[in-house]
């Protein structure tokens, strides 16, 4: 039996399994994709940088607290959570931490997901290096 199997194997064998009192679309077998809003990738870019960083850790774990729980469909509902949110070519650009960081990310609005592609010191991003 394989991994997939395996998972498959502890799910309810009865597929109408529903969570009571929520919408039909949300389906207990999988609840934690559901529940959550927006998916973050990757939260080792996160962890990583927080490492080299430590007085980056706070700021960076409220944007991904944000992130995760917002609803965003365009740059306008973004900048409705973070008001200092930038396009940068097809990236969007956070500031984080009272400017002294930078977080480029590509957002998914139709899937609901953050692709993180750098984050950087306000002297890296200056650079450009990062392009």
Request: hydrophobic content about 45%.
């Amino acid at each position: 039996m394989n991994r997939g199997q395996a998972c498959m194997a502890m799910l309810p064998h009865n597929p109408q399994t529903r969570l009571a009192g929520f919408p039909p679309s949300i389906d207990i077998r999988f609840p934690i994709w559901e529940l959550i809003l927006v998916r973050v990738l990757s939260r080792k870019a996160i962890r990583e940088f927080a490492d080299i960083h430590p007085e980056a850790i706070e700021p960076l774990a409220h944007w991904y607290l944000v992130t995760r729980r917002a609803s965003w469909s365009s740059l306008a509902d973004v900048r409705g959570d973070f008001g200092h949110a930038d396009i940068a070519g097809k990236y969007t650009v956070f500031n984080i931490g009272g400017n002294n960081f930078r977080l480029i990310a590509t957002i998914k609005y139709k899937w609901q997901v953050v692709y993180i592609r750098a984050i950087l010191t306000h002297a890296e991003y200056d650079k450009g290096a990062w392009l």
